[in-house]
């Protein structure tokens, strides 16, 4: 099963989740097998409103959520009202304290 295939699989069909962005799959293939479940497991959890996110604040940083996926990894998604999670990115909160000191 590819990267794609077992995305759609833990998406689900009630569509909690849009389509992970190209960029966010090539990231998804660097990651242990690991840290890929707890991307899955946050997005999910955060999309069914069982989890909180740590907002972020800033501009252009409206709806923006940051979620602890594995010890070592930062998933940042979207959540408007009425619509889908985005997920936008995936980082190591080192990376993520030299570009916005948030992590």
Same mark, same amino acid.
């Given at each position: 099963?590819?990267?794609?295939?077992?995305?759609?699989?833990?998406?689900?069909?009630?569509?909690?989740?849009?389509?992970?962005?190209?960029?966010?799959? +090539?990231?998804?293939?660097? =990651?242990?097998?690991?840290?890929?479940? $707890?991307?899955?497991?946050? &997005? #999910?959890?955060? %999309? !069914?409103?069982?989890?909180?996110?740590?907002?972020?604040?800033?501009?252009?940083?409206?709806?923006?959520?940051?979620?602890?996926? +594995?010890?070592?990894?930062? =998933?940042?998604?979207?959540?408007?009202? $009425?619509?889908?999670?985005? &997920? #936008?990115?995936? %980082? !190591?909160?080192?990376?993520?304290?030299?570009?916005?000191?948030?992590?």
């Amino acid at each position: 099963m590819g990267l794609r295939e077992e995305i759609a699989q833990e998406n689900g069909h009630d569509r909690l989740v849009a389509e992970i962005p190209d960029w966010v799959v +090539a990231a998804l293939d660097h =990651v242990t097998p690991e840290e890929r479940a $707890g991307v899955f497991a946050a &997005v #999910e959890a955060f %999309a !069914r409103h069982e989890v909180e996110g740590t907002i972020l604040s800033g501009p252009n940083l409206d709806h923006f959520y940051m979620l602890h996926a +594995a010890p070592e990894l930062r =998933v940042i998604v979207r959540r408007e009202p $009425g619509a889908p999670v985005e &997920v #936008e990115d995936i %980082a !190591r909160p080192g990376a993520m304290r030299t570009i916005a000191g948030v992590a």
